[in-house]
Structures are given as structure tokens and as C-alpha cells.
């Protein structure tokens, strides 16, 4: 997990112990970077300190939410009269998830909190659609697919699915064959472009920075893929199609109906990716 921070020294240093090398922590320097950092960058979880420029304030945080509705957000303070005092309006906000120094910031229990974050709701939407079909497949492969939908970022080809999957390539291709997906690049592609769709839903995130954020080179490869999936442009996609339309779309994508693809045959756009150009080999 990749989490973004803005907190002063004391606290920067103890989140930095509880994460470890497991995850990445960058830490911003002011208001403004922090807003970068999340418009940018993979971020999985901001980690936030209402004080943390030496001022108890609310507005920066409620703007932040406000930007990137999705992003989850931890509140991590000193108690003081005046924190809680920001705790209470933050909560009427909607942020709910506040973790206290010296008092819930043991290591261990504090990383659970961190790691437990809920993802994106749209990939557990996606997954519980998909859920019979999956479980068809090998478990390690499920886990992996499950992984790439919470965390696309770390997938940029089939290869990195089969190897989360702990499988030859060529035994991942004939695994989600013989189950009824559709190729593993399509499978890596849905995932990239059900967090885009998340992503675009944020007034914060430009279309360019989606595509950044998502592992792309240049925008227009990008609009190339938002294109083929749902016929529309991503300014259009953010405006006019909707979260279970987003979900079914791509389920249909991942998961074709018994027939719609014969034995050994992909759709001209799963052939177009069965030999990935420089986008699709780069690292997500």
C-alpha cells in the first residue's frame, strides 16, 4: 500500500516505524504538496494531522475530501482541547476513522487500522458480481485477481498477474480460457480502468492525472482504452455513465456469456493486447 502523509515530526516518525518496509509512506511538506501527492500519485490512504502546520484547522482536510471523495482518510492527532475540538467537526464531514497518539497508536493495532482501510467500492462491486465465476478458478489466482482489483497500480501486464498468481504465463492464459474470461491483459485493463472511473469521479483529478496515476505513459493510449470499453470519451465517462453501469460493463468485459468466444479465439481488442506495446509492457 502506498500511503500519503502530512504530520509533524513526532508522529511522522512513529507512522514510519508502524509501516515499515511492508509499505510506502511519502511524507508532503505542506498543505499544497499533500494535494499533489494525492492528485498524482497511487495513493491508497492519506494519514492526516488537523495540527500538523502548527495551527488546529479543519478546511484544508474538508477540501481535500471534497477533491478526492475517494481517497480514504486517517486523522492521526495529539489529544488536546483543541484537536478533539477539530476531531468532532471533521466527523460531521464524514470522517470517522481517528487515531489518537499514545492512546491507539501501538504499532501493531494501528498498522490493522491503516491496512484495514475499506478500497474502492466499485471493485468490491465488481467482485461480488463475479463471484461464481471466480470461484472457479485456482485460489491463488483468485487472491491475485482480488489484489489487482484493490490495487491496480502494481499490475501493467498479464505477466505481473501470473506472477502474483505463482503461475507460468501460459498456464494463466489457459486457466481464465477454459473458465470463460476473457484474455489475462483484458483482466489487467478492466482493473486499471474500474479505478479510473473512480478516479474521474473526483472534481480534484484531471483526465491526464487519472492516466498518470493508472500507470500510463500519455493520455491518449488512455482514451484509446476508455474508448473501446465504453464508447465515450473519459470527460464523458466521468459525466454521463453511471457507477453500475461502470461495474457491469466491465464485468461483461472480464467475463463474455457461455459461447460469445470460441476455444483458442479472443475479440479483435483482446488480440490487439495479446502483444502488448511499449504501454502495455511498461510497470504499473
Known sequence: MEFAAYLPPQLLSHLQRVIGREHTLVAASGWSELDQLVRRTPVDVAVL????DGVVRTDQIVELVRRYPSLPVVIYTVLTP??????????NHGLQQVVLHRFDDEPRRF????????GVSLSEALLDRL?????????TLVRAIERMYRRPRGFGDASDLAREAGMPRRTLYRVLEMAGFAHPSIMVRGARLLRAYAYLRDP????????????YSNQQRFAKHVRETFDVTPLTLRRTVSADECVARIAAMLYPEAGALQSGEWSRADREVDVPDADDREPA
Open 82 to 91: 483543541q484537536s478533539l475540538r477539530a476531531v468532532v467537526e471533521l466527523s
Open 204 to 215: 480534484g483529478h484531471l483526465v491526464d492525472d487519472v492516466a498518470t496515476k493508472l500507470g
Open 111 to 118: 498498522l490493522e487500522t491503516l491496512e484495514q482501510q475499506p
Open 49 to 52: 494531522d488537523p495540527g500538523a
Open 131 to 139: 463471484a461464481a465465476p471466480l470461484a472457479t478458478l485456482p485460489t
